[in-house]
């Protein structure tokens, strides 16, 4: 499976039971992938390793590299796949430089980077619009930027105050409508990294889970009214009730439904008289 995501300009691959021998090779652009399941034997940039479930693999542009697999075992993997010229963009937007990266380990083993890619694989996968994917990318090329390369970044510190108001002020008013991380820019002037890195650094929460809690607050008054969840999710602002029903689940343990039945099932109480007292 193959996903081409136009908002961020990357790739998404997918692929499943892989038992096939890949000779010496390599590819012209950055590759960030992870082991779903499996384990294979990796030949990369004359050192060998055996990946295993939970691994990240980095490839550069012409990184040569050779795997196969290891005792008949199948694998399952994901990446995203980005063109040099995108990822100057993003470390642009990052460091203020324009350069691409070297990125020094090709093999992370049983790194937490796996979950943020998954995260973002499965948003690009599904077509999901929300500036949550945007957000995802850049604190993960950060990240790797500052744990991974040589690439200096900056611990300049923005005391901005005002604009992060003025941010939280635009989502309480606006929650219900598409809000994009270009929106938030243009209320603040920053770039975008330097608003989410701001702005998760004065309040604790980034940009999209601000906006994401504001509209499961908004939700829950609906549900509790007896409002219909495929109405609330339209009311809240979320794309469609699937996604909806996503959302308020991680963040309320519950889905919509149960939600709304603990206010709207609710038998009579009972009449205590003086002599059951």
């Known amino acids: 499976m193959v996903c081409y995501d136009t908002d961020l300009q990357v790739e998404a691959y997918r692929f499943e039971g892989i038992m096939q021998k890949f000779p010496n090779h390599f590819h012209d652009y950055y590759v960030f992938g992870f082991i779903e399941q499996g384990k294979r034997y990796l030949a990369c940039k004359n050192k060998e390793y055996i990946i295993n479930t939970g691994d990240v693999i980095i490839f550069n542009p012409y990184d040569p590299h050779a795997c196969e697999q290891v005792d008949g075992r199948t694998l399952d993997y994901r990446c995203i796949n980005i063109q040099p010229s995108i990822m100057q963009r993003y470390v642009f937007e990052i460091t203020g430089k324009k350069e691409t990266p070297y990125f020094k380990e090709p093999v992370l083993c049983n790194s937490e980077i796996a979950d943020t890619l998954r995260d973002l694989h499965t948003m690009i996968s599904e077509g999901q619009s929300d500036f949550k994917k945007e957000e995802l990318l850049l604190f993960l090329i950060e990240h790797l930027l500052r744990e991974h390369t040589d690439q200096f970044i900056s ?17 309480d008013n606006h929650f219900d409508q598409t809000i994009t991380l270009q929106d938030l820019c243009k209320l603040t002037g920053l770039s975008k990294y330097y608003l989410l890195r701001s702005f998760t650094k004065q309040k604790g929460i980034s940009p999209y889970s601000y906006l994401e809690t504001q509209r499961i607050i908004h939700a829950k008054k609906l549900l509790e009214q007896g ?12 794309s469609d009730q699937s996604h909806f029903t996503n959302h308020f689940k991680k963040l309320i343990g519950l889905t919509p439904k149960q939600y709304m039945r603990i206010f709207t099932d609710q038998t009579s109480p009972p009449v205590y008289t003086e002599a059951m007292a």
């Open 227 to 238: 409002v219909p969840p495929i109405e609330v999710a339209i009311r809240s602002g979320f």
């Open 155 to 171: 611990s300049y510190e923005l005391c901005l105050r005002t604009e992060i108001k003025t941010v939280c002020n635009y989502i």
